[in-house]
């Protein structure tokens, strides 16, 4: 059976999400443009999104949360966190950036690893799930 190479989901406020291989991570974010059917084929146009500015917030984040965790020196943990983070939306990027920023405590939970900002007993705290 040949493997699944790419993956679109289409949205009905017109967000396109691409995934590659058998990930479920994001590769790509489109905007529909067009969505029509012309000689019997469904014919849509997609024009990419710039994700450059979320892929930064997301290393930057990654940053900040492995060196609170005390892992600062290490590549590996980076790109962990990097590789989860980069699927969350920007809105929430900023939120837990300036919640780290403000000096909410951040630790790691051992179990289901996990990253907990914030008091981690209350609906406030954040919990970034890295294995599940």
């Given at each position: 059976m040949p493997e699944i190479k790419e993956d679109f989901s289409v949205y009905r406020d017109g967000t396109v999400y691409q995934s590659k291989g058998r990930s479920d991570h994001i590769a790509k974010e489109y905007t529909l443009?067009?969505?029509e059917t012309y000689q019997g084929h469904r014919v849509i146009e997609l024009q990419e999104k710039d994700l450059t500015t979320l892929q930064e917030k997301a290393?930057?984040?990654a940053n900040l949360i492995a060196d609170k965790i005390g892992e600062g020196k290490s590549k590996t943990v980076k790109d962990i966190l990097f590789d989860v983070l980069k699927d969350?939306?920007?809105k929430s990027l900023d939120q837990l950036l300036?919640?780290?920023e403000k000096g909410e405590p951040v630790r790691a939970k051992e179990g289901c690893f996990k990253i907990v900002i914030g008091d981690g007993r209350t609906k406030k705290s954040d919990h970034i799930m890295l294995r599940e």
């Open positions: 443009v067009r969505d290393k930057r984040l969350y939306f920007e300036k919640k780290i």
